[in-house]
């Protein structure tokens, strides 16, 4: 039972100051108004419900580009920074990336206030082209759930070279002359 001190405002309504330490917890609070005597009495209850603070999780940076990337072959990784930027814990439970992209991440389980995890992305391009890809934060945060943006673009690992149709592969040539090849 806490009880507060209230200021008179007109005949239907009264002030009082509530603390943020009322509000802390989830829950249910019980108001009521006592009236001292003389002709005093209590007023009927009312009830309101506390709901939990989410937290807030901030994401840096929000897009990654990995530029060019031969298809098949797995990219250095790049980092993106979880901070748990509120005054509440957040749950993470679950980090994933989508399409080209994977990652390795330090998130699980509870990120305590001013707590950070990491994550690593990595790019393995599927095929010659531009792609794009998400790396998603499922959570307990307001905003849940929070993405970054993945971009990279696949291209050719390796060049072939060889003798064009009715080409070859070696010819003779006279000093000071030269010698045409047909290549595909």
Not at 42 to 67: K, M, Y
Not at 148 to 175: D, E, K, R
Request: with cysteine.
């Amino acid at each position: 039972l806490n009880q507060r001190t209230t200021t008179f405002v007109s005949a239907t309504q009264l002030k009082a100051s509530i603390s943020a330490a009322d509000l802390a917890e989830a829950g249910t609070a019980y108001v009521g108004v006592v009236t001292p005597d003389p002709g005093g009495g209590t007023s009927t209850l009312l009830n309101f419900t506390i709901t939990a603070h989410a937290g807030q999780l901030s994401i840096s940076p929000a897009a990654l580009a990995f530029g060019n990337q031969p298809v098949g072959i797995a990219s250095a990784e790049q980092s993106v920074t979880a901070t748990n930027s509120g005054s509440v814990p957040v749950s993470i439970s679950g980090v994933s990336a989508t399409n080209a992209f994977s990652e390795t991440d330090n998130c699980g389980g509870v990120l305590a206030p001013a707590a950070t995890c990491k994550v690593s992305v990595i790019f393995t391009p599927t095929g010659p082209d531009a792609e794009t890809g998400t790396l998603t934060f499922a959570d307990s945060a307001a905003a849940s759930p929070q993405t970054v943006a993945l971009s990279g673009t696949g291209i050719a690992s390796s060049i072939s070279i060889s003798p064009g149709t009715g080409g070859s592969t070696s010819a003779t040539v006279q000093s000071g002359q030269t010698a045409t090849y047909k290549l595909s």
